[in-house]
């Protein structure tokens, strides 16, 4: 059974300060998939980024980054210099090859960001 | 490229009527595409899968005969809210995956449904 755990209910930071969401995941499977959402207000999701389980290498994308790390089951995802746009529900994700690809989300983190 | 629609974005309605709400991917062709629910404050959880041309497959604890899927093409997915009532209000999504594609799910922007 796959489980994403994101420990981290709601953030708050001002802004210019980093910030890191955290991500544990529990899956059987060799062959998966993780995945970052942004959900702002209007409601609808923003995908950010998406890792197989065979590649390990950290990503950044501008202020974003992220650090996949399999020894600790752990997908966690940094905002460095935040800003008040940022301000959102992340959800992290997890999909497993062998059962069809299907989604699970973990619980999401409320990030404010404070001018 | 990528893009899934979901038509209407809003919805108000008393309660006991029905509500079909469209999901459509434009520029791909999904073989499968998935309903979630998202109450406020929530995660999203998934509600059920649809296959084009085969019965939707739905998750424990979501009732078939109340949340109907169709899957008729390869572009389009519909799901229809029998008698609806207020507990039924929440956000709907839906997400497509691309056929051949089947790692990545793209979400449509959802929809509000309020049952008065």
């Known amino acids: 059974a796959q489980k994403v755990t994101q420990a981290q209910t709601e953030i708050s930071v001002v802004e210019k300060e980093d910030v890191t969401l955290d991500c544990v995941y529990e899956?059987?499977?060799?062959?998966?998939?993780l995945f970052w959402y942004k959900q702002p207000p209007s409601g609808e999701l923003v995908f950010l980024i998406r890792r197989n389980s065979f590649d390990e290498q950290n990503e950044i994308s501008g202020r974003y980054s992220w650090n996949f790390q399999k020894s600790t089951s752990s997908f966690n995802f940094t905002i460095t210099a935040s800003q008040v746009v940022d301000s959102a529900v992340y959800f992290c994700?997890?999909?497993?090859?062998?059962?069809?690809?299907?989604?699970?989300f973990g619980g999401g983190t409320r990030l404010m960001v404070k001018p | 490229g990528a893009v899934v629609s979901q038509h209407p974005s809003w919805v108000i309605c008393k309660s006991g009527t029905s509500v079909k709400i469209e999901c459509r991917s434009l520029?791909?062709?999904?073989?499968?595409m998935f309903w979630y629910r998202q109450f406020p404050k929530q995660s999203l959880m998934l509600m059920a899968t649809?296959?084009?041309?085969?019965?939707?497959?739905?998750e424990q604890g979501v009732e078939k005969d109340k949340f109907l899927i169709n899957h008729a093409s390869l572009t389009l997915s519909t799901l229809t809210v029998t008698s609806a009532h207020p507990e039924d209000s929440s956000f709907y999504i839906c997400?497509?995956?691309?056929?051949?594609?089947?790692?990545?799910?793209?979400f449509g922007p959802g929809t509000r449904l309020l049952v008065l």
């Open positions: 899956t059987r499977d060799t062959t998966y998939y």
């Open positions: 649809s296959n084009e041309g085969s019965k939707a497959t739905y």
């Open positions: 520029d791909f062709q999904a073989t499968t």
């Open positions: 997400s497509a995956q691309r056929s051949g594609r089947r790692e990545t799910q793209y």
């Open positions: 994700a997890l999909s497993e090859a062998n059962a069809g690809n299907m989604l699970t």
